[in-house]
């Protein structure tokens, strides 16, 4: 089966296509970039390009459903769902701090990312199953309800975590294909992709303005 996976919970552009029956995995991944509109569907064509593939060749597609910032996940999410109807194959979503827990070493982890506004979405793993979370939170006031071995958490918001959480060993950590696909259940007939958004976007709908009074009132 050859699988495409697509995340976009992160700053990072993390494209890439596993072959489930040989292990061989191809990655395209844009790091720090907030342009993923513009640049998923380009990005998707290179990869299949690189891998000698074409569209029609997919058998599935997996998509990271966040937690992430309301703008750029939607991306992945809405180019995934439409990869899928657009070729008849199913596309299966999971959460992408499941998918980055899945690359880190066994024991007990910490996952956050980026949430802006000063915060972090973050989950804990034991042996890479989710335990808690996910749920967002200022870094400061992250409450881990329990210890954890080990870290993965944007650099630039490393020291802004609990002194208690200072020490551990630590990794910055996005998705990528083989992990995406590794937690999803391709042999499941694949549910409706729910965004883990946790919170109300930051866009916000414009005040009303109030009439001027020279406009007079119209009945009609």
């Given at each position: 089966m050859l699988v495409l996976a697509i995340d976009t919970s992160t700053p990072d552009l993390v494209t890439g296509l596993v072959d489930t029956t040989t292990g061989n995995t191809h990655d395209r991944v844009i790091p720090g970039t907030r342009a993923h509109n513009e640049q998923l569907t380009p990005t998707v064509r290179a990869l299949l390009a690189d891998a000698g593939v074409t569209f029609p060749d997919l058998d599935a597609v997996v998509v990271g459903c966040g937690p992430g910032p309301f703008t750029g996940l939607r991306v992945g999410m809405a180019s995934g769902a439409a990869f899928g109807d657009a070729l008849g194959i199913p596309v299966h979503g999971v959460c992408s701090h499941d998918a980055i827990a899945r690359r880190l070493p066994a024991g007990r982890a910490l996952v956050a990312t980026d949430a802006r506004r000063r915060e972090i979405y973050w989950a804990t793993y034991d042996d890479g199953v989710r335990t808690t979370?996910?749920?967002?939170?200022k870094p400061a006031e992250l409450a881990v309800p329990h210890d954890v071995d080990v870290i993965s958490v944007p650099e630039h918001l490393a020291a802004q975590l609990p002194?208690?959480?200072?020490?551990?060993?630590?990794?910055?950590?996005?998705?990528?294909?083989?992990?995406?696909?590794?937690?999803?259940?391709?042999?499941?007939?694949?549910?409706?992709?729910?965004?883990?958004?946790?919170?109300?976007?930051?866009?916000?709908?414009?005040?009303?303005?109030?009439?001027?009074?020279?406009?007079?009132?119209?009945?009609?």
């Amino acid at each position: 089966m050859l699988v495409l996976a697509i995340d976009t919970s992160t700053p990072d552009l993390v494209t890439g296509l596993v072959d489930t029956t040989t292990g061989n995995t191809h990655d395209r991944v844009i790091p720090g970039t907030r342009a993923h509109n513009e640049q998923l569907t380009p990005t998707v064509r290179a990869l299949l390009a690189d891998a000698g593939v074409t569209f029609p060749d997919l058998d599935a597609v997996v998509v990271g459903c966040g937690p992430g910032p309301f703008t750029g996940l939607r991306v992945g999410m809405a180019s995934g769902a439409a990869f899928g109807d657009a070729l008849g194959i199913p596309v299966h979503g999971v959460c992408s701090h499941d998918a980055i827990a899945r690359r880190l070493p066994a024991g007990r982890a910490l996952v956050a990312t980026d949430a802006r506004r000063r915060e972090i979405y973050w989950a804990t793993y034991d042996d890479g199953v989710r335990t808690t979370g996910p749920g967002v939170d200022k870094p400061a006031e992250l409450a881990v309800p329990h210890d954890v071995d080990v870290i993965s958490v944007p650099e630039h918001l490393a020291a802004q975590l609990p002194e208690a959480l200072q020490d551990l060993p630590r990794h910055d950590l996005a998705p990528d294909a083989a992990s995406l696909v590794a937690v999803a259940d391709l042999a499941a007939t694949p549910e409706p992709l729910v965004p883990l958004y946790l919170r109300r976007p930051d866009a916000v709908p414009p005040k009303a303005v109030p009439k001027s009074p020279a406009i007079p009132e119209v009945e009609l």
